[in-house]
């Protein structure tokens, strides 16, 4: 197994291990989901401590992480919607995004 698969493997191994799903549509975007109960506050800070160290996986340069993370008003947004979404955005990750993609 390459880099490429092993790193592909880990971010798959960890979005089902934290009840995330992903979207790897697109070549410079990462999207992680997972859906809580509205209101559950325990979920959330499930969903926050762990999304960061699940897209930290995507080996992307430059770019952002942006979402409904608990250090903006998205935090609300994810409380009051029952859906927590975090994206990551960066260069250099074609090959990875294409083997995410054929993987799943």
């Known amino acids: ?16 291990a934290n009840g995330f799903t992903f979207d790897a549509s697109r070549d410079s975007v990462i999207r992680i989901e997972r859906r809580i109960a509205i209101g559950d506050k325990a979920a959330f800070c499930d969903c926050d401590m ?7 996986l995507v ?13 903006s008003i998205g935090g609300h947004a994810a ?6 979404v975090m994206n ?4 250099s990750a074609k090959r990875f ?3 995410l ?4």
């Open 97 to 99: 995004m294409t083997a």
């Open 59 to 71: 080996p992307m340069k430059g770019g952002s992480v942006w979402g409904t993370d608990g250090g």
């Open 50 to 56: 762990s999304a960061s160290d699940i897209l930290s």
């Open 1 to 16: 197994m390459n880099t490429i698969q092993s790193n592909v493997s880990s971010f798959i191994a960890a979005c089902k």
């Open 79 to 84: 409380l009051m919607s029952g859906r927590f």
């Open 101 to 104: 993609r054929k993987a799943n």
């Open 88 to 91: 990551k955005s960066g260069e």
